[in-house]
């Protein structure tokens, strides 16, 4: 009997093909296809559909790695309107290793895509293909561009430009999410306030640690006043803390965007960095660059030096809220005023399991009152540049999950990662509550009831 079209199966002709089968086939089978991953899965929840859940990607990705769909057509969308908060694999009873599948099929689709690029000259890329390849590799690996780019953002809010841009809606024009996203810019700390690589701050009183910091790039370029509190809260819990010169972006978002190969060349360069400064930890405080940094060691699998290198990294990446934990408590001075709610940060709790500590944190403010948001385990749909690539699925997400913070009727919304903390001031503008309602970091409520500024 004839098969139908969609049941042919397609020759494994191609090398792309081949890459996906190498990378993911065996990953994809490890599914059962149970189905306790889909209530976990937050695009599911919104879309309704099988192919935008984590067991339809992995099928999705395991029929294209047998050449039974093809790589672009069937496979890119669903992969695209992937989160990555990977909630799914905490979810998983047999521990398949989503990240690891969805890691794969980014990187072969994006080498898919280019390969097809330079073949037909006429399809050239997407202007938002464009921005994000610049993006990736003009600026996130350069730290001095992207504080340039920092500082510029102080002078343009410092002069009020921005309220004159906002009012006009220029950005708005060029693109509706960046116009969003500009209106809820926090309010830059000046340059001359900005700590230095290479720089060290003792501790205050006995040392118990030395602690290696990663400033992030987002968080270096646009949010460096939580950086230099989160150095402060360090130093009073007796950490000496430093800030080594050399290291460079953690590479999340290259991973995320299948650029494997610059994920890699930043990775070694940060773990050559960090082994120097000789710390007996190495803290982050934004949950998306932890993550990847607590999984260099899943990107060496053919280098065994790297691997051996990394693996003593990832021994000693911690969470800021870790640290603070374990070498606590912290002397707060300020009695809270008001009902405080929590976010997580996927990357945070999914991939490093650190969930407990943040919340422990909060509850031990003076005058605080925690109440647990529902499904304040469930993403966000920041997602790195997910909401500005994918702005309405990510909208109707953040729109649920607003409605599930008013349900508390906290007054200030805490998360630990600078997508998150974005995302959710986007949310309170949205929801119009933001005369009432306020969304942090973590590090700055810790500090402000600290008294430290």
Not at 108 to 115: A, F, R, S
Not at 160 to 168: E, P, S
Request: net charge positive; proline share 5%; hydrophobic share 35%.
């Amino acid at each position: 009997m004839n098969k139908a079209p969609h049941e042919k199966e397609l020759a494994i002709t191609d090398k792309f093909t081949q890459k996906l089968r190498d990378l993911s086939y065996e990953a994809t089978n490890q599914c059962v296809q149970c189905g306790y991953c889909l209530p976990a899965c937050p695009t599911y929840e919104s879309m309704g559909k099988e192919s935008q859940s984590p067991r339809g990607r992995i099928n999705l990705v395991k029929m294209a790695a047998e050449g039974k769909i093809d790589l672009q057509k069937d496979l890119v969308e669903p992969i695209d309107l992937c989160l990555g908060c990977r909630a799914c694999e905490v979810a998983c009873p047999v521990n398949v290793p989503y990240g690891q599948i969805y890691e794969a099929a980014k990187e072969v689709i994006t080498e898919h895509q280019k390969h097809e690029h330079h073949k037909k000259q006429k399809n050239k890329p997407k202007i938002q293909t464009k921005v994000v390849d610049f993006t990736l590799t003009s600026l996130f690996p350069h730290r001095n561009r992207l504080r340039t780019l920092g500082n510029l953002t102080w002078l343009y809010q410092k002069t009020k430009i921005n309220k004159v841009v906002q009012k006009t809606k220029m950005i708005n024009k060029v693109s509706e999410p960046m116009g969003q996203f500009e209106k809820i810019l926090p309010e830059l700390e000046a340059p001359i306030k900005r700590y230095k690589y290479g720089q060290k701050f003792p501790a205050l009183g006995e040392t118990k640690a030395v602690i290696a910091f990663f400033p992030g790039c987002i968080m270096d370029a646009i949010m460096s006043k939580i950086n230099r509190l989160t150095i402060e809260l360090l130093q009073v819990i007796g950490c000496e803390v430093i800030i080594p010169k050399n290291q460079k972006c953690c590479g999340a978002l290259h991973s995320h965007q299948g650029m494997k190969d610059g994920a890699v060349k930043l990775a070694k360069a940060n773990i050559e960095a960090f082994e120097a400064s000789g710390a007996d930890y190495y803290v982050n405080n934004a949950g998306g660059c932890g993550a990847m940094l607590s999984e260099y060691n899943h990107l060496f699998g053919q280098e065994p030096e790297w691997k051996k290198r990394s693996e003593a990294f990832v021994g000693k990446s911690k969470d800021i809220t870790e640290i603070l934990v374990k070498f606590g408590p912290l002397p707060f001075k300020k009695e809270w005023n008001g009902i405080i709610t929590y976010q997580d940060s996927c990357h945070l709790r999914n991939v490093q399991g650190v969930f407990q500590e943040p919340r422990e944190l909060l509850r031990s403010i003076p005058g605080a009152s925690f109440m647990e948001m529902e499904g304040s385990d469930r993403c966000c749909a920041s997602g790195g540049i997910y909401n500005l690539m994918n702005f309405d699925e990510s909208m109707k997400i953040l729109d649920e999950k607003m409605y599930k913070a008013g349900k508390t009727n906290a007054k200030t919304i805490v998360t630990t990662n600078p997508g998150c903390l974005l995302q959710m001031k986007l949310g309170v503008e949205r929801s119009g509550t933001g005369d009432d309602v306020d969304a942090k970091h973590i590090v700055e409520i810790l500090a402000e009831a600290c008294l430290i500024k």
